[in-house]
């Protein structure tokens, strides 16, 4: 599968609704969702570290990839993979990594060490080394952190920073966690890019989130949570034997 197959995904969307986005966090839920019918994945850094055992944010660059790695070869359809915010690696090498991966896209965040927000201009710059060495080959998701780092005058931010980033050769960007009502607002502004809305337990729908403005859909862990509940259940009806 090639970036080009994941980029017309997003334009061309099922009876004019977002494009949902499954996120795997390994290869047997991988293979769930595309013997469900979906026709691409996007990984979750998040939903990695915790099968993996690690925190959020944690994961060694070299088991996020191997994981990754997994996921792609486990299905036929394309994969985007969450690289948080690149590991620190160069562009190019970062473009090598991922190729080695089988990913034809990527999310990369705009937060940095601490969880403090990239200044924005050099942010750019490296996602335009990053399309630079990639070329049409891969297909860029750029997140926008504003919201979920608590930024004074999110809306404006995340307009200011998704411009920007779509002027660097991202091919969608990401405000995660925008609330709702800004959606509009950030869809007059980007046009016709693609925006990534995050979907929330008990927020709106997938077709309300479209009307909103969103193009694509995707879950961070919250899939991986679903189904850690169910094993909890499961776990719960089993007979357990005396602690020693």
């Known amino acids: 599968m090639t970036a080009a197959r994941l980029r017309a995904l997003h334009r061309v969307l099922p009876g ?19 013997a469900a019918g979906h026709p691409a994945l996007a990984t979750p850094s998040a939903g990695i570290a915790a099968s993996l055992g690690y925190e959020d ?3 060694p660059p070299a088991e996020m990839f191997a994981a990754v790695a997994r996921i792609v070869r486990s299905v036929s359809v394309p994969v985007t993979a969450d690289l948080e915010g690149g590991y620190g690696l160069a562009a190019a090498e970062l ?3 991922v190729r080695e991966s089988g990913a034809v896209g990527v999310n990369l965040e705009d937060s940095g060490p601490g969880g403090t927000l990239k200044d924005p201009e050099a942010h750019a710059e490296w996602l335009a080394q990053v399309r630079a060495a990639a070329g049409p080959d891969l297909f860029l ?4 952190d504003v919201y979920a780092r608590r930024a004074p005058a999110p809306l404006e931010e995340a307009l200011a920073r998704s411009l920007r980033y779509a002027e660097a050769g991202a091919d969608c960007v990401y405000p995660i966690a925008a609330p709702p009502a800004d959606l509009p607002a950030l869809r007059a502004a980007l046009g016709d890019l693609p925006l990534n809305a995050l979907a929330v337990p008990g927020g709106p729908s997938f077709p309300e989130l479209g009307r909103l403005g969103a193009t694509r859909i995707t879950f961070g862990d919250g899939l ?3 189904a850690l509940a169910g094993v909890a259940a ?9 602690a020693l």
């Open 224 to 226: 991986l949570r679903r």
């Open 16 to 34: 004019d609704g977002p494009l949902v986005l499954p996120g795997p966090w390994d290869a047997a839920s991988a293979r769930a969702f595309e």
């Open 57 to 59: 944010g944690a994961t």
């Open 234 to 242: 499961t776990a719960a009806e089993l007979p357990a034997a005396p």
């Open 141 to 144: 998701n750029a997140r926008v």
């Open 95 to 97: 473009v090598e990594r």
